[in-house]
Nanobody, 121 residues
Framework: QVQLVESGGGLVQAGGSLTLSCAASGSISNINTMAWYRRGPGKQRELVAAITSVGSTNYADSVKGRFTISRDNAKSTGYLQMNSLKPEDTAVYYC???????????????WGQGTQVTVSS
């Protein structure tokens, strides 16, 4: 079993910055894609950013140039640096990881519990 624990959410004024962390623990051989999703008030869950095991990234158009996703494979931890935050970034942010528990096992995806980010105007 694998657990994902997010941290770093909170309340920030518009224009401010936050960094979210997602620490994976448990039976991990390697982590393929790590990603951040969010669900804003009254909205559907959307992909914010994703990063592959070799560092390829993609971002939602709404966050390009403001958010940066990264990962530390040695620590099994992913990060989301969020700059120039806007009120519309207010949401619960969820970490996602596609994890292989052993070398020849199929991968499974896991979700974190979510962390609230609130941006005040």
């Amino acid at each position: 079993q694998v657990q994902l624990v997010e941290s770093g959410g909170g309340l920030v004024q518009a224009g401010g910055s936050l960094t979210l962390s997602c620490a994976a623990s448990g039976s991990i051989s390697n982590i393929n894609t790590m990603a951040w999703y969010r669900r804003g008030p009254g909205k559907q869950r959307e992909l914010v950013a994703a990063i592959t095991s070799v560092g390829s990234t993609n971002y939602a158009d709404s966050v390009k140039g403001r958010f940066t996703i990264s990962r530390d494979n040695a620590k099994s931890t992913g990060y989301l640096q969020m700059n120039s935050l806007k009120p519309e970034d207010t949401a619960v942010y969820y970490c996602y990881a596609d994890v292989r528990s052993s070398r020849f096992a199929p991968s499974h995806y896991y979700w974190g519990q979510g962390t609230q980010v609130t941006v005040s105007s």
